[in-house]
């Protein structure tokens, strides 16, 4: 890849090419706009209505992990795969444009939706199940932050291997299950055996969930976080040695 360099008016230009696309396609548009207050909808018929705060707290944190990983992940190995498919990563690469702001580009769209979607459910989802507001909001920001440019760097992987558009529904649901049932979404890791959670840990988005419940409860060991952390920065040098490895910029022939 060129150098690591990001112009904001280059950038501005393609997350406004990118989110005119995803515009146009009224069925993707209609499940980011609907998915939260659906979300909302869902967590509140399954929390029956004598249960505690932190049942609740501990679905709406675990809804959170799941607009990442759709929203993010999922979403964009099927941009990333649609753009090069109809050449427009190849032209984009001749132009001025460089590596990175080309990826970082197509990435905007999903960032701003995920995050438009987690405020909702945060807020929606506090007010409609009873759970209470995030203790410390900038935790909890801070890990969505750190989660954006992993899980759009595992998705640009991931197209990598991924044939056409039609076939991004079976290349990233191995790291779909996994990251549901075992980054600590819905079922918490210090309830595994021993074993089981010291493998569910190194998951890409186990970290992230970590500083998630941490912010909403407020209440989390320093150590935990250390570790929490570093999974999450070794998943992010992981994930950007593989993208400059194994990335493809054109269809194969």
């Known amino acids: 890849m060129n150098a690591p360099t990001l112009n904001p008016g280059r950038l501005a230009a393609l997350g406004r090419s990118e989110l005119t696309l995803l515009v ?3 069925a993707t ?3 980011a706009l609907m998915m939260p207050a659906a979300m909302v909808v869902v967590l509140r018929s399954s929390v029956p209505g004598d249960s505690a705060a932190a049942l609740a707290e501990a679905t709406l944190t675990g809804g959170i992990g799941m607009i990442l990983i759709l929203v993010v992940y999922m979403n964009l190995v099927s941009a990333y795969v649609a753009r090069r498919e109809e050449l427009v990563l190849k032209r984009l690469r001749t132009g001025e444009a460089r590596d990175l702001e080309i990826l970082t ?4 769209p999903a960032a701003f939706i995920a995050a438009a979607q987690i405020l909702v459910l945060a807020v929606g989802g506090a007010a409609v199940l009873g759970a209470p507001m995030p ?3 900038l935790v909890v920001a801070l890990a969505v932050v750190a989660a954006v440019p992993m899980l759009a760097g595992l998705a640009a992987v991931t197209s990598a291997f991924t044939r056409n558009v039609e076939s991004a529904g079976l290349t990233t649901l191995p790291l779909f299950l996994l990251t549901a049932m075992g980054s600590g979404m819905f079922v918490p890791v210090d309830k595994m055996p021993d074993a089981l959670a010291s493998a569910c840990e190194l998951l890409p988005l186990s970290g992230v969930m970590a500083f998630v419940r941490a912010g909403w409860s407020g209440d989390a060991a320093g150590a935990d976080l250390t570790v929490a952390a570093l999974t999450t920065l070794a998943w992010i040098m992981v994930t950007v040695f593989a ?3 194994w990335f493809r910029w054109e269809p194969r022939r």
Request: charged letters at 25%.
């Open 24 to 26: 146009r396609n009224r």
């Open 135 to 137: 203790a410390n909001p």
């Open 105 to 108: 580009g197509t990435a905007l």
């Open 29 to 31: 548009l209609g499940v």
């Open 243 to 245: 993208v400059r490895k």
